[in-house]
């Protein structure tokens, strides 16, 4: 009888999940141009306030600026975003800023290769090191 009553409330306290189509879930491209324009001014004023901390002496936190900024702006209007991305960055329209999002997408991928690369580079030096040591006794490898 425990059995039953334990079954019961297990199955009482399962969430019956709402099948909700693929299409319903995107984000609406409008949505997607408002996150775009925020992510564009975020990296913007980030590097700026970045490069003030460098120079002030000060460490900045990038990630407390990230989620801070998307808090700040996440409920702006796209014009109020657009007004800021053309005052404080001279971008002037959606084109000048996809353009910006573009060149950021490409910077950081050049600087994730860079990492990659080092992280290859780091690999092999740890390999060689590894065929120099394979013959000794005492090291002991897990899978």
Known sequence: ????????????SRK??????????????????????????????????????RFNGQEFDWDKHNSQFRKDYVNTPLKELVNYARKLYG??????????????????????DGLNGLSSNSDDLIN???EQDEYDEDIEIDD
């Open 16 to 53: 019956i999940e709402r099948h909700i189509p693929a299409l319903e879930r995107v984000m609406t491209y409008q949505e997607k141009v408002h996150l775009m324009v925020i992510e564009v001014l975020r990296e913007e004023s980030g590097r700026e306030l970045a490069a003030a901390a």
């Open 128 to 130: 060689d090191d590894f």
């Open 91 to 112: 971008l002037n329209n959606l084109d000048e800023i996809r353009d910006r999002r573009a060149s950021h997408k490409a910077a950081r991928s050049k600087r994730m």
């Open 1 to 12: 009888m425990v059995n039953t009553n334990v079954r019961k409330t297990a199955k009482a």
